[in-house]
């Protein structure tokens, strides 16, 4: 399987080298991906069970770990993405668990804004969103909570619960052990997802764990700073909580780290996000743009793993995850993103890109501004995509060390941050995995708050960038 970038409209000689080995990078592992066939057992639905001591558990090759916070307008989807996990569930060597939590029927939330939305790009506002990562109810999308309907006991609960996904060719049920049914935990809080990673790893031990955050999602974030409402991930309707790109990235070093951290989550594949986890997470997957209702196919993603169990590398697991993100939206026509990071050469992109900012602010700033007016952008969150944007700038710039210093920035991005890029629908051919924040109009000072900008330059450069 390839992975297609770069880099349509900049017609300069000196980016080649750069397109080249954009178009080259390829994901073997993957590419002949076979078709898994066979029909799934039923299973009956057991009793409620502790989970069996760690020192009994056998050692497994993995472990996938996916917390899902339906207390919200996601709630009906808790039960069909798991219904998707069962499709094919685990296999010997893998383990998925889930902390899964539902709540009663609720009208869609939009949290408070100040006139009553929110603009992508206030330089050029669109359609009102009434908050990034929500859907607006305008567009076609599928309804996020059931009020009525026929469903059995498996199916039809509130609260908290831990199970234990098992196969199962019934999507009209739950047929996955429940191991803990906790009553009312607060999803938006931290500690309560570094709690669960920890019981996880105590009692599903594996030689390598992928964590799955799930829920709405709108990129960084700082809870206590304004405006608080613009950015974050698991939001809880019942508690009013929810958790703060930091704190994120807090709760997975509490657990003792990932070597995967997915987003099945809105605007969350940014490049702050991605740096604010390179102490936790190996490997960042996560899409760029609003994710549909429907989220991830799990049985897409779980396919390409049932695949490919002989080479199960964390970068294998990752690629698969996007690949069937892609399969799953494809024959629906939906323009959608999802991308994969690896964090262990985070700082020294950054180091590159500080670099690169320093000459671009040594440009006329109407090439910056336009070249953000240009850049494809992404719902909500004041996000552009970063390499889009740059090879925009670049075609307008007339210094011949900005050009250098693109190509190089370009190159180190492909051959070691990149794992894998795949998009969906014209709208996204140019955006290449990875957002960063520009705002259109003016600088959230609570960006200062995180390593990204604490440890480089890129908040000094959108700040002379939104100066007037």
């Known amino acids: 399987m390839r992975i297609t970038h770069l880099i349509g409209i900049v017609p300069a000689l000196l980016l080649a ?19 898994v066939i066979g029909q799934a057992a039923e299973l009956e639905t057991p009793e409620a069970a502790a989970a069996p001591a760690a020192e009994t558990k056998a050692v497994k090759d993995w472990t996938i770990m996916v917390f899902l916070n339906g207390k919200n307008n996601l709630s009906e989807y808790v039960i069909q993405d798991m219904n998707e996990m069962e499709q094919f569930g685990p296999s010997a060597n893998i383990n998925i668990i889930t902390q899964s939590a539902r709540m009663k029927y609720s009208q869609p939330s ?64 739950l047929s996955s052990k429940l191991v803990q049914d906790m009553g009312s935990v607060d999803m938006g809080d931290w500690k309560q997802l570094a709690e669960f990673g920890k019981w996880v790893k105590a009692n599903y031990p594996a030689r390598r764990y992928m964590l799955v955050g799930w829920n709405h999602g709108s990129g960084w974030e700082m809870k206590g700073l304004q405006p608080e409402i613009m950015k974050g991930i698991s939001y809880d309707d019942e ?48 899409s760029e743009e609003n994710e549909p209702g429907d989220g991830w196919g799990y049985h897409e993603f779980l396919s390409r793993v049932h695949s490919n169990q002989g080479n199960l590398t964390p970068e294998v697991m990752a690629a698969a995850a996007v690949q069937g993100y892609k399969a799953f939206y494809s024959p629906k026509g939906t323009a959608t993103t999802q991308s994969a990071m690896r964090t262990a050469n985070i700082v020294r992109y950054r180091q590159l890109l500080d670099q690169w900012a320093g000459l671009a602010m040594q440009e006329d700033k109407t090439i910056a501004t336009g070249a953000r007016s240009a850049a494809v952008g992404f719902g909500g969150a004041g996000s552009k995509d970063l390499n889009n944007f740059m090879e925009l700038l670049f ?59 604490r440890e480089g330059n890129w908040d000094e450069f959108m700040q002379w960038m939104t100066a007037k």
């Open 110 to 173: 939009y949290p408070d804004y100040p006139g009553g939305g929110y603009y992508d790009d206030w330089s050029n506002p669109g359609p009102v969103v009434p908050h990034p990562g929500w859907p607006n109810p305008h567009w076609n999308m599928p309804p996020m909570m059931m009020k009525d309907g026929t469903r059995d006991a498996s199916t039809d609960w509130t609260g908290v619960r831990r199970y234990e996904i098992v196969k199962d060719g019934d999507n009209s049920s």
């Open 239 to 286: 508690t009013g909580n929810h958790i703060n790109t930091v704190e994120l990235a807090q709760a997975i070093r509490e657990m003792g780290g990932v070597d995967i951290y997915a987003s099945d989550a809105c605007l969350m594949q940014m490049a702050e996000v991605v740096y604010e986890l390179k102490d936790a997470a190996t490997i960042v997957v996560g």
């Open 17 to 35: 080298a750069s397109a080249a080995k954009a178009q080259n990078v390829s994901f073997d592992t993957l590419t002949d991906l076979k078709d």
């Open 395 to 453: 075609d307008k710039a007339q210094n011949t060390a900005l050009h250098e210093k693109t190509v190089e920035v370009m190159d180190f991005y492909y051959d070691n941050v990149l794992v894998d890029n795949a998009t969906t629908g014209a709208k996204f051919a140019k955006a290449y995995g990875l957002g960063v924040y520009i705002p259109g109009w003016s600088y959230d000072s609570s960006y200062n708050e995180l390593a990204w900008a």
